[in-house]
T-cell receptor, first 115, second 112 residues
């Protein structure tokens, strides 16, 4: 079955450590996205990629980094520079990155807790 | 920048009752999406609206986009416990990319 797989589902990290969240899709979608969800704040865009080897900052990119070396993979690294990393992270993809590209397909999310 | 405001923030209804969730934009909407999320899980696409006055239905859920394309409503008829979750509206954030922005969400609980 086609879909988006995020891992791990739960992750604990000590302050000062970097952590990488995995996102893999087998939908053959060109565009991929990372969102952060906090209670009462909806989803906020961290980074997005419209095509392999290219990505752009979203609204809250500080303290995060991404790569898009393969079409099916878009890992997100939460660095120690991110001041408040505890959150629920959602990865999504769409057929392409153009306007009205259709609905986004979401993974099940990764919950990161900094101890 | 465009902002989406949802109301109410949370809602508790008795099973079988109707309810409406609203999504209001600070700018004209050129594509409005409704998603549903169960707590701690990913979002599931419900519907997309593009044209002013457009209305779409799926099972007992109906979404409308007003003529001015600045407000959308999601109406659930005869609510069931399976309708419980968080409902989020999303809209095209503008520019040359499909950069979706989201409202803050409405938490719906349905009491049996």
């Amino acid at each position: 079955d086609g879909g988006i797989t995020q891992s791990p589902k739960y992750l604990f990290r000590k302050e000062g450590q970097n952590v990488t969240l995995s996102c893999e899709q087998n939908l053959n979608h060109d565009a991929m996205y990372w969102y952060r969800q906090d209670p009462g704040q909806g989803l906020r865009l961290i980074y997005y990629s419209q095509i392999v080897n290219d990505f752009q900052k979203g609204d809250i990119a500080e303290g995060y980094s991404v790569s898009r070396e393969k079409k099916e993979s878009f890992p997100l690294t939460v660095t120690s520079a991110q001041k408040n990393p505890t959150a629920f992270y959602l990865c999504a993809s769409s057929i392409d990155g153009g306007i009205f590209a259709g609905e986004l397909f979401f993974g099940e999310g990764s919950r990161l807790t900094v101890l | 920048s465009q902002e989406l405001e949802q109301s109410p923030q949370s809602l508790i209804v008795q099973e079988g009752k109707n309810l409406t969730i609203n999504c209001t934009s600070s700018k004209t909407l050129y594509g409005l999406y409704w998603y549903k999320q169960k707590y701690g899980e990913g979002l599931i696409f419900l519907m997309m609206l593009q044209k002013g006055g457009e209305e779409k239905s799926h099972e007992k859920i109906t979404a409308k986009l007003d003529e001015k394309k600045q407000q959308s409503s999601l109406h659930i008829t005869a609510s069931q416990p399976s309708h419980a979750g968080i409902y989020l509206c999303g809209a095209d954030g503008g520019g040359a990319t499909n950069k979706l922005i989201f409202g803050t969400g409405t938490l719906l609980a349905v009491q049996p």
